[in-house]
């Protein structure tokens, strides 16, 4: 049986952050994920998961500008050290909250920057990343997103990603895909899965088009599921999608599954 965990950035958000633990848990969800939690501190989060019984299995290491429309650090050639400098911050909160994986957003591609160079330069950072979280037990990810949603982000597919990964056979870094963001860009979802899924460490869902809650729009995600119980799929399924309705109210789909 699949494994569902809610991510809190974008579920539960009637309630703040450090309360939506608790409604995860009561709702039926196993674990809990956070973009980026660094407007709580650690400790009170910490507390908070530990309340509630719902471990946090995935942040985002920061990103810098990217969720304000600009280029992110992973990719961008001018920002190297800002990225390091972001390694530690997101390692402190890593180990409070006990997260086993951390996501690298590869960022847009920066104006005046070439993609190979911008390409070159996230696959360093990647191979930098998971050498600086490995001995700490905490596995690097990284994540494509649609260029309709974000434009200029430079992966956008599962296959973008594996050829990037597939350049530095020694980086061992976890591939997330979120089915939404696939579905945007027109990929044949069944597909992708079968090819990909050795290396897929995380997935993420949403309906699509509108980004809502299963049911709310055309993607056959409860096929999704059932062919990644087929597959033998044992990591987990985040749930991070925009409830077209109290979180509460959009949770119809869970229960047949967990």
Request: aromatic share 8%; charged share 15%.
């Amino acid at each position: 049986m699949l494994k569902f965990a809610a991510n809190l950035s974008l579920l539960f958000t009637e309630q703040p952050v450090p309360q939506r633990f608790a409604a995860a848990a009561a709702a039926g969800f196993a674990a809990v994920e956070i973009q980026f939690p660094y407007d709580y501190p650690a400790d009170a989060l910490a507390a908070a998961a530990r309340a509630a019984g719902t471990p946090v299995i995935l942040i985002n290491v920061p990103a810098g500008d990217l969720m304000q429309g600009g280029a992110g650090l992973a990719g961008h050639p001018q920002r190297v050290a800002e990225f390091a400098a972001a390694l530690p911050l997101a390692l402190a909160y890593a180990q409070a909250l006990g997260v086993g994986m951390v996501n690298v957003l590869p960022g847009r591609l920066a104006a005046g920057v070439g993609r190979r160079q911008a390409l070159a330069t996230l696959a360093a950072n990647l191979a930098r990343a998971a050498d600086y979280f490995r001995p700490h037990g905490i596995r690097v990810l990284c994540e494509p997103i649609n260029d309709l949603d974000m434009p200029g982000f430079l992966l956008r597919t599962a296959d973008e990603l594996a050829a990037l990964l597939a350049d530095d056979n020694s980086c061992d870094v976890g591939m997330q895909i979120d089915l939404y963001h696939m579905a945007r860009m027109q990929q044949d979802i069944p597909q992708l899965l079968r090819r990909h899924l050795p290396a897929i460490a995380h997935i993420q869902f949403a309906d699509a088009p509108g980004r809502g809650e299963p049911g709310s729009g055309a993607l056959p995600l409860a096929q999704y599921f059932a062919l990644l119980t087929e597959l033998g799929y044992t990591g987990w399924c985040a749930a991070e999608y925009r409830p077209t309705a109290r979180t509460q109210d959009t949770l119809q789909w869970l229960p047949p599954l967990t």
